[in-house]
């Protein structure tokens, strides 16, 4: 749903009720959906719904998805037993199925034995002569000394095996004669198929079957054995033997069942064995584990305790080896820079007393130098000059010394930060005078309140207004200030020499240069980068640097707000809006929206009137249209990202002036001289 232009910002008491009803709006909305059926249906990208379900699903699966991945043993033990399982199902399956194919193949051949005496004794009854008036008297008669023959059949080759097997006669011919069977077994327990197979054939024929009964006995499965045969009157009929399987198939059970308990019994007992084992091996890698994590806290003295002298123990003896060396090179390491620091601040009081006699005298032969001859004069000013580098460097030096005792303190209170950029610009005015440089400020159109300690803020911006000064080859440099959230920031833009790839952390080390044959016109010491950024991390804060080469360079310096604020990110993104790589982006999308435009201009004609542009440190930008409805900030350029693009607020809007601004040197600037 499109949002109202006069809905209310979320600092306003509308807003603040709107929220409040929210979780109200919401359960409703799911009591709608869920009473409408539409609870699968409503699955709109980025809907309420699905995400409630996801959120449904997936909560009470985080522990065990968490515990799995952390949990070493538990994938073991539970690998072994899901292998094992596997293992166990696929030898009961083999076993079963041999189990199986034997007692069949067994109950087939005494089957067949059974049924074959039964058919021989069948047919030598058949062929026995009758008794004298056995046969004769009418067809009616004729017939029902056939039926009655089947019948005595039947009940004579079932007598043999009772409760082993029955015996079923069927005509050759289907509704001749009634079938005969014994133990209340139906004839259609015998199937078609072998009833055909006996019609053609002259040998016995055999199939699995189900056998039922009239009795309303549960049908079991069995053996079905059969043959044709001739009768008394050389008619034929059909012989079959129904064998059922009930002793096999309680036999087969019996065995899935034992096979059953010992798998589960085997699982159990691998999974206990992988327990076990693993356990083992996994105690010592959790202490070891817990022992470099108190020693990574700073706890050196922690070690493994060793028992045996397997391959763990020789682990754990080698691990405490490690640790006891890497404390001993630690606390070498930790005597040494305290020895160092404790070097340096010594070395710095003790010089404070020479300095002071030596600053003294040569300041009287200072204001002597008119008295000399010009080679002593000139020696007494070179004199001056490196005495004051001299006093900067011992001060630099007393300040490194206080940031690695731990002893500096911070002073916040809530400052301007333009008032500070002002002094630091006025201090610099005379050193961008002699380099031809103009000093830009963007962004202090409204107040930048911070609690910061303005000296220590005043040294980081002066160091880094006079480093772009000094580095800048005489082109324009830009000091610009946002806020936002929770955070402040001050970058400085210079279109000097740049830097190179690697330099931007390195650039803060003590002592480091990026160009050694360079003079330093200003008397530097090397230490004013160390010293800002130890004063950006005494507030909190961040000090990043950004460079290209020959495309100049960016220092950001971003502070919280409110003292003991964490930082989230900052207002202004680290890589500037006109370094190479964004005006080449900017330029790939304007021919791209050129090319597909289907109305443009073929030509444009120059302008005239317009002003010379050559000398501009960069190219000229493309327009972008202004943005006038103002967003919510949030920072989102973290620190040691690089460039990295975030939303700014209304007051640092100003984008399109600041690059006319940097653009056009002939233009006026509003904020000079500040």
Excluded: C
């Amino acid at each position: 749903m499109p949002l109202s232009s006069a809905a209310p910002q979320p600092g306003e008491p509308g807003a603040r009720a709107e929220r409040a009803a929210a979780p109200g709006r919401k359960a409703s909305q799911l009591r709608r959906l869920l009473q409408g059926g539409r609870l699968f249906h409503d699955r709109a990208p980025g809907g309420p719904v699905p995400r409630l379900l996801m959120r449904w699903v997936r909560r009470p699966l985080l522990p065990a998805v968490r515990l799995w991945r952390r949990n070493l043993q538990l994938r073991v033990v539970a690998g072994t037993l899901l292998m094992s399982l596997g293992v166990v199902l696929l030898l009961g399956l083999v076993v079963i199925g041999q189990v199986r194919n034997g007692l069949l193949e067994a109950k087939g051949k005494a089957a067949q034995t059974q049924a074959a005496g039964g058919f021989a004794a069948a047919q030598e009854k058949a062929n026995a002569p009758l008794a004298p008036g056995g046969q004769g008297g009418d067809a009616a008669d004729g017939t029902s000394a056939n039926n009655s023959w089947r019948t005595e059949l039947v009940d004579q080759l079932a007598s043999g095996g009772k409760n082993a097997f029955n015996v079923v006669a069927l005509s050759a011919d289907e509704g001749t004669r009634a079938p005969r069977g014994s133990g209340s077994v139906e004839a259609a327990s015998i199937p078609q198929s072998l009833r055909d197979s006996v019609n053609k054939g002259p040998g016995a024929f055999q199939t699995y079957s189900l056998i039922q009964y009239a009795n309303g006995q549960e049908p079991q499965p069995g053996l079905v054995v059969g043959k044709r045969l001739y009768d008394i009157d050389h008619n034929p009929y059909q012989l079959y033997y129904l064998f059922p399987l009930t002793q096999e198939e309680k036999s087969l059970t019996l065995v899935k069942g034992t096979l059953a308990t010992a798998g589960l019994f085997v699982v159990v007992l691998l999974g206990a064995i992988a327990w076990f084992v693993v356990r083992q091996v996994v105690t010592p890698v959790r202490m070891a584990a817990g022992i470099a994590e108190r020693l990574s806290a700073g706890r050196l003295q922690e070690r493994m305790k060793v028992t045996g002298e397997d391959d763990i123990a020789r682990l754990g003896e080698a691990f405490n080896k490690m640790a006891q060396n890497l404390q001993l090179k630690i606390q070498q390491l930790e005597e040494l820079s305290r020895m160092q620091r404790r070097f340096v601040s010594d070395v710095s009081h003790e010089l404070r007393t020479p300095l002071t006699t030596v600053r003294m005298a040569a300041d009287v032969i200072h204001e002597a130098r008119s008295d000399f001859d010009p080679v002593t004069a000139r020696s007494a000013e070179l004199l001056g000059d490196q005495l004051d580098r001299f006093e900067s460097l011992l001060s630099d030096l007393l300040e490194i010394s206080r940031f690695d005792a731990g002893a500096a303190a911070l002073e916040a209170e809530p400052i301007d930060l333009r008032q500070v950029v002002r002094r630091v610009i006025g201090g610099a005015e005379p050193l961008a005078e002699r380099k031809g440089t103009r000093i830009r400020v963007v962004g202090d159109e409204q107040p930048v309140i911070a609690e910061a300690d303005a000296r220590r803020v005043e040294r980081v911006l002066r160091n880094l207004v006079v480093n772009a000064v000094e580095h800048g080859e005489g082109r324009d440099v830009v000091v610009r200030m946002a806020v936002a959230g929770g955070a402040v920031a001050v970058a400085v833009r210079d279109y000097g020499v740049g830097l190179k790839p690697g330099e931007a952390t390195r650039v803060f080390n003590r002592f480091w240069r990026a160009d050694p044959a360079r003079a330093r016109t200003t008397g530097g010491t090397g230490l004013g980068l160390s010293i800002a950024v130890e004063d950006a991390r005494l507030h909190g804060g961040w000090l990043q640097a950004w460079g290209e080469p020959g495309g100049g360079s960016q220092f950001r310096l971003t502070l919280p707000r409110t003292a003991d604020e964490p930082l989230r990110g900052s207002p202004i993104p680290l890589e500037p809006e006109d370094s190479r790589r964004n005006r080449e982006s900017r330029e790939r999308a304007t021919v791209a929206s050129m090319t597909g435009s289907e109305h443009r201009l073929t030509a444009v004609p120059a302008q005239p009137g317009g002003n010379d542009r050559s000398s501009l440190p960069v190219p000229s930008p493309t327009p972008v249209a202004p943005r006038t409805t103002p967003v919510s900030v949030h920072p989102a350029a973290l620190p040691g990202s690089g460039a990295r693009v975030v939303a700014r607020g209304a007051e640092d809007r100003s984008g399109g002036d600041f690059d006319s601004a940097v653009q056009d040197p002939e233009r006026g600037d509003a904020n000079r001289g500040h």
